[in-house]
């Protein structure tokens, strides 16, 4: 069977190793800088010429499925709709869609402070088309929106081949993920998961504990003793909270120093060089045909026969956008401290409960919150304790034993969600 996947340069030669090269196309290393419409451009055509060459060896397939990681989710979704378009969702059955910390609502930080400021700066400047297009800066083509905004736009034919697979899914770390937070990966406009988790009572998916969170009831509801800690504990958490941290906080600091001027001149090169890329892209002298993935992405501009085939999808889609004077007041109907409901409902509608934070989320992030959601998705928040890097960790990103709770995370999305 044939795999597409999204891999970096460390993990190649894992890949390989285990899988023949035949069978592997891997959109990897810095090609993930050149932006997420030529990846999914990338995919589809792989995708395509794969189902064209097993098609004329007798072995056609029947079924669809894609599972996306980090930004691989993001490429994923602008690929599907590009098969969709050419009408490849009609001779497949879509079943699965899946992805693992992916930032569907940008990776803007919803929050103030310093970390916040410099990320939301730094990071559209320093990894070229797709840095800009995963913090909503610019215009995608001549649509005058970003482009994350025009892949959830119901009119797209991105959410409609969404909205065509049977089973929609994501898993959403709840911890330590620096780079899709999991307002983001998790479609969610609040974070449930922002309290001190060590007193929370957590409600796991029975037979995977401590690591997969029940997607309908999150955390369970304290008894009145415990949901005040005697003011003596108080005073000694926060003294282990400052003791844990603070060798953390002194080791951003060193790596800001001393790793960040690399970082910003390897960005640098790495733009440079994606930017030559894209031109030729652009230009039709990457050796490869994209043209014939430069189609009207919205429905409305292409065929208007297929308005009646999904006008049930289309009433779902319909709901009223959320002002932009409530975007900073979003509030839930329940807190940390009691039964907590699934992010569907979280997100689909404002309370008078202010025990959540409120995330600073733009008009535009509102948007594509309640237009995914409207699609629907099973979501489920990942507890990865072994290791700081949980980003890396919900996938088991390389083989190191801090990174075995992935296996969890995974046994669950094939005993679970997964149908073949």
Known sequence: ???????????????????????????????????????????????????????AQGSPFTKLSIVGYSLGGLVARYAIGLLYSRGWFDKLEPVNFTTFASPHVVVRMPWDGLYSYLWNSLGPRSISMSGKQLFLVGSFLDSGKPLLSILADPDSVFVRALARF?????????????????YTTAISIIDPFQQDLEYTPINYVDG??????????????????????????????????????????????????????FFLVNSAIQTLRSRQR????????????????????????????????????????????????????????????????????????????NRYPALTLTPTQISIIESLNSVGFRKYPVYIHNHRHSHA????????????????VIKHWLDQEFEI
């Open 1 to 55: 069977m044939p795999w597409i996947l999204m891999a970096d340069m460390r993990q190649m030669w894992i890949i390989s190793a285990s899988w023949s090269m035949e069978s592997l196309h891997i959109n990897s290393g810095n090609y993930t800088y050149d932006g997420i419409e030529l990846g999914g451009e990338r995919i589809a055509l792989e995708v395509e010429d794969t189902l064209g060459s097993l098609e």
């Open 278 to 353: 894209i031109r030729l892209h652009e230009e039709g002298k990457s050796g490869a045909p994209f043209a014939q993935y430069r189609i009207p992405l919205l429905v409305k501009d292409v065929q208007h026969a297929v308005e009646d085939v999904f006008e049930d999808i289309r009433e779902l889609q319909i709901k009223q956008r959320t002002s932009a004077k409530n975007t900073t007041t979003v509030k839930d109907k329940t807190n940390a401290f009691v039964e907590t409901s699934p992010i569907e409902t979280q997100s689909q509608g404002l309370s008078t409960d």
């Open 208 to 261: 995977y504990e401590r690591v997969v969170i029940d997607s309908n009831v999150y955390t369970l509801r304290l008894s009145k003793a415990q949901k005040q800690l005697p003011f003596i504990s108080q005073i000694w958490q926060q003294i282990e909270q400052v003791a844990i941290n603070l060798p953390v906080s002194l080791f951003v600091v060193v790596l800001i120093t001393v790793v960040l001027p």
């Open 166 to 182: 049977k089973h929609r899914c994501v898993y959403a770390n709840i911890v330590n993920d620096r780079s899709t937070v999991f």
């Open 393 to 408: 960790a919900i996938i088991r990103r390389v083989p190191k034993k801090g990174f075995d709770e992935a296996r969890i």
